[in-house]
């Protein structure tokens, strides 16, 4: 039984930093595991990936620069470290895992198997 629980959104003013966190239990080990992002009428969108091993590691043009995957296989986390916040990161963030096992980090949703509930980030101008 996989589960992923989202933490460490809030509401912060443009250029502040979040760090986001995913706890992870079940069998994810060794599956790539990715952040998407999705604000309201929007479509779901990749924001960050990395692979089991915590390397390479796949960030979105949109936030390239600002922001950094990274994993803890030792305490089963993944974090999404977010910094010069802008209002249109204001999103849903979820943390989503593969079920393949293959060095490749996609970008569309489908492609993940397993979501969180996500964390809202919310960042004011």
């Known amino acids: 039984q996989v589960q992923l629980v989202e933490s460490g959104g809030g509401l912060v003013q443009a250029g502040d930093s979040l760090r986001l966190s995913c706890a992870a239990s079940?069998?994810?080990?060794?599956?790539?595991m990715g952040w998407f992002r999705q604000a309201p009428g929007k479509e779901r969108e990749f924001v960050a990936g990395?692979?089991?091993?915590?390397?390479?590691?796949n960030v979105a043009d949109a936030v390239k620069g600002r922001f950094t995957i990274s994993r803890d296989n030792t305490k089963n986390m993944v974090y999404l470290e977010m910094n010069n916040l802008k209002p249109e990161d204001t999103a849903v963030y979820y943390c989503?895992?593969?079920?393949?096992?293959?060095?490749?980090?996609?970008?569309?949703?489908?492609?993940?198997?397993?979501w969180g509930q996500g964390t809202q980030v919310t960042v004011s101008s």
């Open positions: 079940g069998h994810t080990l060794i599956f790539t």
């Open positions: 990395i692979t089991w091993k915590g390397g390479p590691t």
């Open positions: 989503a895992l593969r079920r393949k096992l293959e060095v490749t980090i996609p970008s569309m949703p489908n492609e993940y198997a397993y």
